[in-house]
């Protein structure tokens, strides 16, 4: 690659999961039982939270966002609405994340896996500079995975499961990062139907077509497009209410990893 000076300090571990999701896509419960699974089984896990406004934090987290920035006080502070509010603490906080990093770095012989929480709104991170940033800091310091979280059940109609898969995508050509797909929410509604679509662009644009009112050209011709982001990225079903997928969650982070160290 271009950075040949770099690829030498560039070790394996730990890895960094960033999870992402639309809003109530459940994130949050997931990071919790991502800290579960790692307390369970021997895993050594580094937790974070960058979700300034969170009320109450069902994980313990060694870094969390809230004990630098008074997400209430920059409101007040810069007469903002809750996301403002949100976006400006998050850039205060990247102001300083050069310091979160080496923290990382000092303990990085002890950590398997570094756990990213992120605010609720999805764009606040993902099309923002210091979401930027931050993602840049650290994938530029250690092997990065992009967790993209699916509401399962509310991605069954097939207009909603492609609005949702093309903002995936735009986080992959954003990040150019590895992306795993975790499909949450399999104790309401399993994933089967999802993975038939990311498999059979055609079962997809029959479902599509079923699709009543909605004119499918268009619908047609992106779901060729993403039939082509399909093949660069990993999908699991999971549960973060019941823990199920958990191990082939943290599988296909590995597999992930693994070929970005090939590719880096
Ligand atoms: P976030 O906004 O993405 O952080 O989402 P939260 O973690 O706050 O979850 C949003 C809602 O979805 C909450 O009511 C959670 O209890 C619920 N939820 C999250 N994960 C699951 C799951 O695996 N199964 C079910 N049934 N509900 C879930
Ligand atoms: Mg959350």
Redo the contacts with the bound molecule.
């Keep these: 690659g271009s950075g040949q000076a770099a690829v030498s300090n560039f070790k394996r571990k730990p890895v960094i999961v960033i999870v992402v999701?639309m809003?109530?896509?459940?994130?949050?419960?997931?990071m919790h039982r991502l800290v579960s699974h790692t307390h369970e089984s021997n895993i050594r896990g580094y937790v974070m939270n960058l979700d300034p406004a969170v009320m109450t934090l069902p994980f313990g987290a060694n870094i969390d966002i809230r004990d630098t920035v008074r997400y209430k006080e920059v409101m007040k502070q810069f007469n903002l609405g809750p996301n403002g509010g949100i976006l400006t603490s998050l850039n205060l906080f990247a102001t300083k994340f050069d310091e979160v990093v080496s923290v990382i770095e000092k303990r990085a012989d002890q950590l398997d896996y570094v756990l990213v929480d992120t605010p609720?709104q999805i764009e606040i991170f993902t099309w923002s500079a210091s979401g930027a940033i931050i993602t840049e800091a650290f994938a530029s310091t250690f092997p990065t995975v992009i967790a993209y979280?699916v509401d399962t059940p509310r991605s069954a109609s097939p207009v909603t499961f492609m609005s949702n898969m093309l903002y995936a995508c735009s986080i992959l050509y954003k990040t150019r990062l590895p992306l795993v797909l975790a499909f949450?929410?399999i104790?309401?509604a399993q994933h089967q139907f999802a993975l038939e679509w990311m498999e059979d662009f055609e079962t997809f644009q029959a479902a599509v077509s079923a699709d009543s009112s909605y004119s499918s050209n268009l619908a047609q011709s992106l779901s060729l497009v993403l039939d082509e982001f399909y093949k660069n990225l990993r999908s699991v079903g999971v549960?973060?209410?019941t823990g199920a997928g958990m191990k082939d969650f943290f599988n296909a982070i590995e597999a992930s990893t693994d070929e970005y160290m090939e590719t880096y």
Excluded at 23 to 30: E, L, N, P, R, Y
């Design positions: 999701g809003a109530g896509s459940g994130k949050t419960t997931f609720g979280v949450n929410k104790d309401v549960s973060a209410v």
